[in-house]
Each structure stands twice: as structure tokens, then as C-alpha cells.
């Protein structure tokens, strides 16, 4: 089981908007897949149009790690109504949801000791349903994005072709270099993905060859384009994949390659959901 920390040190990148990508290419790929929602604001919850019912919420398994049991209160995302019980690529449709809620807001503290950094991974010690982990992550690095790195293979960064996000994405990969001894030796950096990104910005071409002088190979293929229906998109509660328009098949299309060069790259590798 692969488990992935999309992460930011810079709020607005879009983030969540990435998360949500990558998990609509997997269910269209039929990988079985769980979100973590660990940002307090709890979006990706929101756009994957999962339902709480009587399920915990991420913060309510993480205060009782060691007895909480997380494949029992992950929900379906609502997105699995629209795929059908079968995902596009003819496997059986799994794409789960572990709540979001501000009652994580509680560990989001920089002074967060190493026995609540493995909470999460403790959770996830006990999960075996999946390919695929994507754990949305608070733009900072407190507590609950340490613990997201604690509990992952890899991480994943999101920027934006700006100065300021540039300069967070910088910090972001220093902060792994210091991160990665002390608590999660294997940890490795799956890349970095540009995203709302706007061809015809003279800022944002400058600052794309600045992220390739900068980043190098970990400057990862395709570029996500800004769209402008993405929050309609999202606001609908929908996976991109199952929206009409050339648009929303163009961004796909991207969303696909990214997740195929994460998986063809090595980053992340394919295997068959354990029955």
C-alpha cells in the first residue's frame, strides 16, 4: 500500500484541488483508493461528497489510535454513485473517504512529541483495502503534517508558478531534509506538481524555468492548467472525470498522465487490491 502526503507549506496552491484530481484518475483507473482528509477545513471531504452518517471523523480515530478503527468508519465517496459499482476501467469502484473535521484542529501544534506524530500511521498499520493512500494535508508544517509525512511513503508537493509559493516549496523540501532522519527515514519525495498554471503568464513562464533550474527532475510532468470550471466542478461535489466538456476531459487527461508518471516513474507502484 502506497500512502502519499500532498503537502504545502503555501495555503491557495490548490492543494486539495490536486488531491482530488489524483483520486478521480484512480477510481477511473480502478485503484483502489482512500483519501485521508487531515486539513481541518475538511474540503477534499466536501468535494469528494462524502456523507459522515454515524462514522468518526479523522481527529475522533486519531485521539483513540490504538484502538480506532479506520476502514470501519471510512465512507464511499459520493463520486462512486456517478462511476456506477464499476470504475470506467471495469474494476469494481473503491474510492473511500476517512472524514475530515476540525476536531483535528487539536494536534495541528509545532510542538506535536514523536509518539502523536505515528498516531496516523498506527491507523493505517491496520488498513489493507488499498493501492492507493492520498492523505490531504494542512498547508503548514504542524503537527498534522508531520504526522502525515510520519505515516507515508511518500510525499507529494504542490506549487503554484509564483514567487511566494516557490519560495514555500523550497522550504518545503528543506524541511523534509531535516524531517526524514529523526522520524521517517524512508521517506522518499515524490515531486513536485505545478498547478493553476496559466500558459499565457509571462510570471508564471518565468517561474517555471525557474522551478526547473531550481528542482530539476523532481519538477514532475504535466503542468496542471488553471481551469476555469474547477470550482463549479468541485462545488457540484463531482470527479473531473465524470463531467462533460472538453475542459474537464482536457484536465483529466492531465490528471491521468500525472498519476500514470507517478506509477511508470517508480514513485508509486501498482498491485492488485488483497481480497
Not at 63 to 73: P, T
Not at 84 to 106: F, K, T
Not at 196 to 206: D, G, L, M, Y
Not at 232 to 259: C, K, M, N, Y
Request: positive net charge.
Amino acid at each position: 500500500m502506497q500512502i502519499v502526503s500532498i503537502s504545502s507549506l503555501k495555503g491557495g496552491v490548490g492543494k486539495t484541488s490536486v488531491t482530488l484530481g489524483l483520486a478521480s484518475a484512480a477510481l477511473a483507473a480502478g485503484v483502489p483508493t482512500l483519501v485521508v482528509d487531515l486539513d481541518p477545513h475538511a474540503d477534499a471531504t466536501r468535494g469528494l461528497g462524502a456523507h459522515r452518517g454515524d462514522r468518526l471523523d479523522i481527529g475522533r480515530l486519531l485521539k483513540d489510535a490504538r484502538r480506532g478503527d479506520l476502514a470501519a468508519n471510512a465512507v464511499p465517496a459520493g463520486w462512486i454513485a456517478g462511476a456506477g459499482r464499476q470504475s470506467p476501467a471495469g474494476r469494481e469502484a473503491v474510492l473511500d473517504v476517512a472524514l475530515g473535521s476540525g476536531s483535528s484542529a487539536g494536534y495541528d501544534r509545532p510542538d506535536l512529541g514523536a509518539r502523536d506524530l505515528k498516531r496516523l500511521a498506527t491507523l493505517l498499520s491496520r488498513v489493507d483495502k488499498y493501492s492507493l493512500v492520498l492523505i490531504d494535508c494542512p498547508p503548514s508544517l504542524n503537527g498534522l503534517t508531520r504526522m502525515a509525512w510520519t505515516a507515508s511513503n511518500q510525499v507529494l508537493l504542490v506549487a503554484e508558478p509564483a514567487l511566494f509559493s516557490v519560495a514555500g516549496t523550497e522550504r518545503a523540501l528543506h524541511a523534509l531534509e531535516l524531517f526524514r532522519p529523526e522520524f521517517a527515514p524512508n521517506l522518499q519525495t515524490a515531486g513536485i506538481v505545478a498547478n493553476r498554471v496559466r500558459p499565457a503568464s509571462n510570471e508564471h513562464a518565468f517561474r517555471l524555468r525557474e522551478m526547473e533550474r531550481m528542482f530539476g527532475d523532481l519538477l514532475l510532468s504535466p503542468k496542471i492548467p488553471e481551469q476555469s470550471n474547477w470550482q463549479q466542478i468541485q462545488g457540484a461535489a463531482h470527479a473531473v472525470h465524470s463531467w462533460p466538456g472538453d475542459a474537464a476531459r482536457q484536465t483529466s487527461a492531465h490528471f491521468d498522465e500525472l498519476l500514470g508518471n507517478l506509477f511508470d516513474s517508480g514513485r508509486l507502484r501498482r498491485r492488485s487490491p488483497r481480497r
